[in-house]
Structure formats: C-alpha cells, structure tokens
C-alpha cells in the first residue's frame, strides 16, 4: 500500500511548506507516501507500476491522471466524486449543487477514463440537502457517505464478487466550475433567494462579502424574508437585534451573522454595536 500526495506547499501567514492532511494522515499509519510534481513522466509511470496494485483510489487530488496511469492497476482507477453524476463534474460540486438550490446531492464511485469526471458508475447513493445546508456541513456528510461507499465497493471487489459499471447519462450533464474569491462578492440585484443560497455555499469557503461602508464585511449567515419594496438593491430597510434587513432585487435578505475584517464573526446584534452603518451596501467602488 502507498500514498500519492501534491507536493508540500507553502500556507499561513509564515508561508511555510505544509504537507496535505492526506499525507499527515498517511505517515501517522506508517503508510509509505510519494508526491511527484506530475504523472505524466516517465518516472512517475515506472514509480506507479512498481506499486503492483489491484487498484487506485482518487480523491480530489488535482493532478490529471494520463491514460497509461490509468491501465496500470489491475482493476483500474476508482474515484469518489461528491455529486449524483452526470450533474455538477468538475472542481467544486458540493458547493454548485448548494448555490443551485438542488434538493438532494450524494456521492459516485466512478471507474476512471480520460475524460473530466465521464467515467462509469460503480455505486451511488443519494442524500437530501437539509434547508439550512452549508458548503461545510454538505462536505462532512459526503466525505462519511463517499468512505462508507466506496469500502462497499471495494469489499465486494475483494470477495471476488462481479462490479458491473453503468455509463453515465448523456442528458443533466452540468459543469461545477472551480471557486473564486471574486465571485463571492455579493450582488444585491440579484433576489434574496439566490442570495441565501450563495452565503450558505460559500461557507466556509471562499465566504460572501459585501462592502459596508469603507470596510469589507464577510456575510456568514442570512435568511430570506417574503416582503416586497420599492428600494434599489443594497438599501438598509432596517436593523436591530434580530438583524440587518437589505433590499434585495426580489425580496428582502436579514443578514444574521457578520465579520468585520481581522474580527470575529457576530451575530448582527453585536456587529450593529459596532459599527455605523451606511444606507446603503454595495461593491467595491
């Protein structure tokens, strides 16, 4: 057994070279681990074929694995994706499938091809999205259901038993596209729901912001409201202990919880004790 990890990279405000919790986890269990720069050269094919495995197990690795990587193990490449494919392939699924406001996602073991997340379905398994679902909570609930899954999977391939493998639809094919800090900068044209789902997705990664003010506040929590109004998008309707009501363009969005820069996150009660604030939140200028 071995471990293939990226290379350590730099991380912290010290930016010093940190290794992954992958390959943390791996030495902690005496598990061999290896971090080529890529695998498309010839040393990492023969590093690879040394191996003599039955099997690879990918995990958001974030290298591309070439074809003649693939056919080295004697039962291929197996990847757990955390989407109910052919919807959401690609980089962040987890939290596209939340800002989306799709009511369910779960997990697929999938036999590798070249391909970016088109290869054969071994097994997968669905949960519902809760109502208050975030980026982080999704995360940990796949993570469990992707482990339990795919030891499923692999137990059966240990006892000899048959693995059919079912080609993944052409029709619902969506593309999880990779996050961007820029596009956590919110909009209030767009409607409180949208919103609500944004903030929720974005959490705890890469985090919705808002500028209030001279100063970038972080959006942590919020919850639509069903009222109408006649104001421009980013108006303070009103505020107070139970929280900050904002104009959106449909609706009206109640931030409950905020983060001022180098501070805490605050409910909005706390954050009104704090700050003054203006009439109205918009983008940067």
């Avoid at 992954?20 to 010839?42: C, D, M, W, Y």
């Avoid at 697929?108 to 949960?127: F, V």
């Avoid at 259901?145 to 619902?172: D, I, N, Y």
């Avoid at 800090?181 to 789902?197: G, T």
């Amino acid at each position: 057994m071995a471990v293939l990890s990226q290379p350590d990279r730099p991380a912290g405000r010290g930016r010093k070279l940190q290794a992954s919790p992958v390959k943390r986890t791996a030495l902690e269990h005496g598990i061999e681990v290896f971090q080529p720069e890529t695998l498309r050269s010839n040393d990492a094919a023969r590093l690879i074929t040394g191996f003599r495995a039955d099997l690879m197990v990918v995990v958001a690795y974030g290298l591309i694995l070439p074809a003649n990587i693939l056919q080295i193990p004697k039962f291929g490449c197996w990847n757990i994706h955390a989407s109910l494919l052919p919807r959401w392939r690609g980089a962040a699924p987890v939290q596209r499938a939340i800002e989306a406001g799709d009511p369910e996602s779960g997990v697929c073991i999938m036999q590798m091809d070249e391909g970016l997340d088109t290869g054969a379905l071994l097994k997968c398994e669905r949960i519902p999205l809760a109502d208050d679902e975030s980026g982080g909570s999704l995360h940990d609930k796949l993570a469990e259901l992707g482990a339990t899954t795919l030891l499923q999977c692999v137990r059966a391939l240990a006892r000899g038993q048959s693995l059919p493998t079912t080609p993944q639809p052409k029709q619902g094919v969506t593309y999880a596209r990779k996050l961007d800090k820029a596009e956590a900068q919110i909009d209030w044209s767009a409607s409180a729901a949208a919103l609500e789902r944004q903030i929720r997705a974005f959490n705890p990664w890469p985090v919705s912001w808002c500028m209030m003010g001279a100063e970038r506040t972080r959006i942590w929590k919020a919850e639509i409201m069903e009222e109408t109004h006649q104001c421009a998008p980013g108006t303070v309707l009103k505020k107070g202990a139970e929280g900050i009501q904002i104009a959106t363009g449909k609706c009206v969005l109640r931030l409950l919880e905020l983060q001022r820069p180098g501070k805490r996150r605050m409910s909005a009660a706390d954050f009104l004790n704090a700050v003054t604030l203006p009439d109205r939140l918009g983008h940067v200028s």
